[in-house]
């Protein structure tokens, strides 16, 4: 059978099969509103299972119109027949299974964005919890929508008579990737899901994830995020998780890119021999204040290759990988203050997918591949941003005079650069940084209407915690470029989520 049908084709399929049996039974909350305890949001992964308990609530995420679904889930949560668990689970898997990776991004984002809501709700109020993830329900309907407007894509069986045993699991993987052939590395993926254990397979799609520039990171994104997914709804569901994924990275223009010299492929076919000309102890060495400004200037005035020679430079001379990095989180930053859109929005977001890859891969090549072609990437990102010129982070001035965080947000709404000197005032002043985080992560699920609000303070709240503390409050300050303003119109969904959690006692 073809591994991608119609919808309604793949819905047929399932009549009669026992996949449609009901839910378990779950948590009583009190007093009318379900809240959910941080404890909770930590899911264990052994209790998630993509079989008839997960099923039904999977059928009712794609088969309930979106003016309804909010509703319909509030009440099944209100008679305990869905958790937190099972509905962020089901809803990375209604994504998975309907909506085409391809482009990876746009309406692929309800996938890509699970993750980033998830770990929202992880960082709100109880009584926020389930913000984040109605919202995230809602963008799923609303890619569902475009996806069947476009041709109603869903993955289907993959093709069990091709999947290779656990002996040619790894040749034939690596074999279909390199040449860019679909059909096979749709099956070479079942058959590497069930042979290799989870560290090998995410070692593997960070090197692919990584290898060119197409999609604007994306690609390198859904690694770090369907991996992050699989940790927390379980690995049982890995298989059409990972084929999603396998399908996703071998997206590319017309001719197969196996044969040809495109510019998007350059750096990593260049960077990928490179990185046996660094040191063997290259892991250790000192963290530089001089070596990082060394990276940071290369990527604001170099090319490609020469970022890359740099990092090789650097590696070489002594420098602590911690230096490179910070230069790296701060490149992505200084070109969102210089001009915020989605393009320099993305150099964060893939910097943070290639610095998850980096810390959490076991391969040593592949973690010495991902800062070279990080450093590429980010030369390429100012390019195509035109960043070249403008603010520099490292140099911006606080405001002259402290005020306090609430006049901080409401500057994001008018005058984003002064917010930044007021943010940076503020740190520096001695604010409490968990509570400017607070803050602007709740103005994100009050506010945000768009996946990359979510998918930018995960990263950006989570990237913070990896830099030196001499660049932190800097980095922090500069987020406000694509933060939420106190002065913005709270998105309609939240009254909508509030109201269909509501007891209807």
Not at 2 to 20: I, V
Not at 36 to 60: C, H, Q, Y
Not at 149 to 171: L, S
Not at 360 to 380: E, G, I, K, P, V
Request: hydrophobic share 40%.
């Amino acid at each position: 059978m073809n591994a991608f049908l119609p919808r309604r084709r793949f819905l047929q399929s399932l009549a009669g099969t026992g996949a449609l049996a009901g839910v378990g039974g779950l948590p009583v909350f009190t007093g009318g509103l379900p809240t959910i305890g941080a404890e909770e949001v930590k899911v264990n992964p052994s209790t998630v299972r993509f079989s008839a308990d997960i099923e039904p609530l999977v059928r009712l995420l794609e088969d309930t119109p979106r003016d309804r679904l909010l509703e319909e889930m509030g009440a099944r949560i209100q008679k305990g027949t869905a958790t937190y668990r099972e509905v962020l689970s089901a809803l990375l898997l209604a994504g998975i299974r309907n909506i085409q990776p391809r482009p990876v991004g746009f309406k692929f984002h309800a996938v890509l964005v699970v993750h980033s809501a998830h770990m929202a709700s992880l960082n709100s109020p109880d009584s926020d919890r389930w913000l984040p993830l109605f919202w995230a329900l809602d963008q799923f309907k609303s890619s569902q929508a475009r996806d069947v407007a476009e041709g109603d894509w869903t993955m289907g069986v993959v093709d069990e008579k091709a999947v290779p045993d656990a002996a040619k699991a790894r040749q034939a993987f690596t074999e279909a990737m390199d040449q860019w052939d679909a059909p096979r590395v749709d099956v070479a993926v079942a058959g590497l899901a069930r042979a290799a254990g989870a560290q090998e397979v995410f070692d593997w799609f960070c090197r692919y994830g990584a290898r060119d520039f197409r999609d604007i990171g994306h690609k390198a994104i859904y690694v770090a995020n369907s991996w992050r997914a699989l940790q927390t709804i379980g690995w049982q569901h890995a298989e059409p998780v990972l084929r999603s994924l396998g399908y996703a990275l071998l997206e590319h223009e017309e001719g197969n890119p196996a044969t040809r010299d495109a510019e998007q492929d350059r750096p990593g076919r260049r960077n990928d021999p490179l990185t046996e000309k660094i040191r063997p102890d290259w892991s250790t060495g000192l963290i530089s204040t001089e070596s990082r400004a060394e990276m940071l200037s290369v990527l604001r005035s170099g090319n490609w290759e020469q970022a890359a020679d740099k990092v090789v430079e650097l590696l070489n001379r002594g420098t602590h990988p911690q230096s490179l990095w910070d230069a790296f989180f701060q490149s992505a930053s200084e070109m969102l203050m210089r001009k915020a859109g989605i393009l320099s929005l993305h150099a964060g977001t893939t910097t943070n997918a290639l610095h998850y890859a980096w810390e959490n891969c076991q391969n040593d090549r592949t973690r010495r591949f991902l800062m070279l072609q990080n450093a590429s990437f980010l030369t390429m990102f100012r390019d195509i941003a035109g960043t070249q010129e403008g603010v520099k982070v490292d140099e911006y001035e606080p405001s002259p005079a402290g005020v306090p965080l609430e006049e901080v947000f409401a500057s994001i709404s008018s005058n984003r650069l002064q917010a930044a000197g007021q943010s940076l005032a503020w740190l520096k002043g001695g604010g409490d940084v968990k509570s400017f985080i607070a803050a602007a992560q709740r103005l994100i699920y009050l506010k945000g209407t768009d996946s990359h609000d979510y998918k930018f303070s995960s990263a950006v709240f989570e990237d913070y915690h990896h830099l030196s503390p001499d660049i932190r409050d800097r980095f922090l300050a500069s987020s406000v470029f694509w933060l939420k303003g106190s002065g913005e119109q709270d998105n309609p969904l939240v009254s909508r989520t509030r109201e269909a959690l509501r007891s209807k006692a």
